[in-house]
């Protein structure tokens, strides 16, 4: 499948992948200070009639922005290609691997079928924005403490998707777990610790809320 | 993706005048709710809408008590549903058939207005490059001598045997079910079992419903006895797969004896398919192991096989009587 286009808020063609990026979200954080001045109405009316380029305001690990989009453009394209938050992994594309589950206002989802023209007013939190002040979420110290990965590359969406579970009341027993973890694919099968994981986090996180 | 114009509309009603109706070949406009059929299908180029009108928000969510029947809201989403106590008490089929289906993300996004029309995941249609009535009317069915393991035995015919892939629709078509649906004409109710339409010689054509028309709800009239009601779905993995067969199953009973059973299937069919011979067969019937297989191959005596997936009229059967023994195994106290 062809990848969709990022923000049409970057100034200039997109020359290639990560490294470039960098200098490519400073312009674009450049052009959304520009673009937020008086957007609101012209936003407005573009919804009403259809647009290709949709502006959406949103909020992401916190932080606030208002974007202007390629109507294509998914959240999670969104977030690794213009936002460099690469912890959000791509896997199938298809919402048939979870590696790319966030939550938005507080629920799982994959964010590889989630348009960013759909998310006016969501709050999504990413594996980067589950930390707190450096010290680790329990459920990310869950993983590590029972080998809940060994590559490593399912494991973002992994976590993401374990602290959805527990927050949705499915993670009570090992075969709840099983089944409501059943959205994250592991190639290299470590889901023996990934539910030992979720066990052991699910008193933490049921606190947290 | 086909680049495409993205607009929300301020309700239900303005959104059937946006639409731009989408024509069989994939063009025109599309409604946009939880997404997760749409996009999937975008990324793949087999649709290739020109805008997406964005409904979510605007279709009516939620569970409640109407004029003595159970309202859905066409904005549900398949997680909100699948927990709701008055589907898990009074109806667990239709409870059973939502968390058995998709992956807890999917749910969380997927409405139940866009749940009964869920494409198949025959993978022909799904490839561009195959030839798929379906997709492409008059190009032919690669399925019908290719590799057609998952693909449907009843309801099929020459031109395409792709199977109807969602699970709630074969438990919804138990019970007598109105579909509320707003047009361009206004608003109207199609009965349940109207709504999806044999593939014969249009298969592009999959439902009663016009181009702009927009599902907004579920009026489900349920009987008191629709506790004693399962999902039963056998597949390739224990969770998050389609059925390879399935059997929505309830049961009146009266001690050992029934007195009206309902079957609906999945997995197996072209469209979610109620089997009423078999249904007449078991009214008055001990259940037993014998009467329950009976009743299967009664369901699939006009079943067709089509090489790789011939294992599917015995599998069906024996769901069949599967789900039978489980309903029949409900205890008033053991449903939740």
């Not at chain 1, 973002?156 to 579970?165: D, K, R, T, V």
């Not at chain 2, 779905?233 to 009973?253: G, I, P, T």
């Amino acid at each position: 499948m062809a990848k969709t286009p990022g923000g049409t808020n970057r100034e200039g063609p997109r020359v290639s992948r990560r490294g470039l990026l960098q200098g490519s979200v400073a312009s674009g954080a450049a052009a959304l200070g520009n673009f937020a001045g008086g957007a609101a109405q012209a936003q407005a009316d573009a919804q009403a009639t259809g647009s290709t380029t949709p502006t959406v305001s949103f909020s992401i690990n916190g932080k606030t922005q208002t974007a202007t989009l390629d109507a294509r453009t998914t959240l999670l394209d969104y977030l690794r290609e213009d936002l460099d938050l690469t912890g959000t992994k791509v896997g199938c594309n298809h919402a048939q691997c979870g590696a790319c589950t966030v939550l938005i206002d507080g629920a799982r989802v994959n964010s590889c079928l989630t348009l960013m023209a759909t998310l006016e007013g969501s709050e999504v939190t990413t594996i980067e924005g589950i930390s707190d002040e450096g010290e680790l979420h329990p459920m990310q110290q869950a993983f590590i403490d029972n080998d809940g990965f060994q590559c490593g590359y399912c494991t973002p969406g992994q976590i993401m998707s374990a602290i959805g579970c527990v927050r949705e009341g499915h993670a009570g027993s090992a075969p709840e777990i099983r089944e409501y973890m059943s959205g994250n694919l592991c190639r290299c099968g470590a889901y023996k610790g990934i539910v030992a994981a979720v066990e052991q986090a699910r008193d933490q996180v049921e606190e947290a809320g | 993706m086909k680049s495409f114009a993205y607009q929300k509309p301020a309700s239900a009603q303005a959104a059937v005048g946006m639409v731009d109706p989408m024509s069989a070949a994939g063009q025109g406009g599309a409604f946009l709710a939880g997404g997760t059929t749409v996009l999937d299908l975008m990324k793949l180029h087999v649709l290739t809408p020109d805008s997406l009108t964005d409904v979510k928000t605007l279709l009516p969510a939620g569970i409640e008590e109407r004029d003595g029947a159970l309202y859905v809201g066409a904005g549900t989403t398949m997680a909100a549903a699948a927990e709701h106590p008055a589907f898990r008490d009074r109806a667990p089929a239709l409870s059973d058939a939502l968390w058995k289906a998709a992956s807890p993300q999917l749910r969380n996004v997927a409405t139940l207005g866009g749940n009964v029309l869920q494409r198949t995941r025959c993978p022909y249609f799904r490839d561009v490059a195959s030839a798929c009535n379906k997709r492409e009317p008059g190009s032919g069915c690669a399925a019908t001598e290719g590799v057609n393991r998952l693909l449907a035995v009843l309801g099929t015919s020459e031109d395409c045997i792709a199977t109807y892939a969602g699970d709630w629709a074969n438990a919804l078509i138990l019970f007598d079910t109105q579909v509320e649906v707003t047009g361009p004409e206004g608003d109207r109710t199609i009965a349940f079992e109207d709504l999806h339409t044999l593939p014969g010689d249009t298969p592009a054509v999959e439902t009663t419903l016009g181009d702009a028309d927009l599902i907004t709800g579920y009026l489900i009239d349920l009987p008191d006895w629709a506790w004693r009601s399962v999902y039963t779905k056998v597949r390739d993995r224990e969770s998050y797969a389609f059925a390879v067969a399935s059997a929505a199953v309830a049961l009146d009973m009266e001690e050992d004896t029934i007195r009206e059973a309902r079957i609906g299937l999945g997995g197996v069919a072209t469209v979610p398919w109620r089997a009423r011979a078999a249904e007449d067969y078991l009214a008055g019937k001990t259940l037993t192991e014998e009467t329950g297989l009976e009743a299967g191959r009664i369901a699939f005596a006009d079943a067709r096989g089509w090489g790789h997936n011939d294992f599917k009229i015995p599998l069906g059967q024996q769901t069949i009587l599967r789900g039978l023994m489980e309903a029949a195994a409900l205890t008033r106290e053991g449903t939740q």
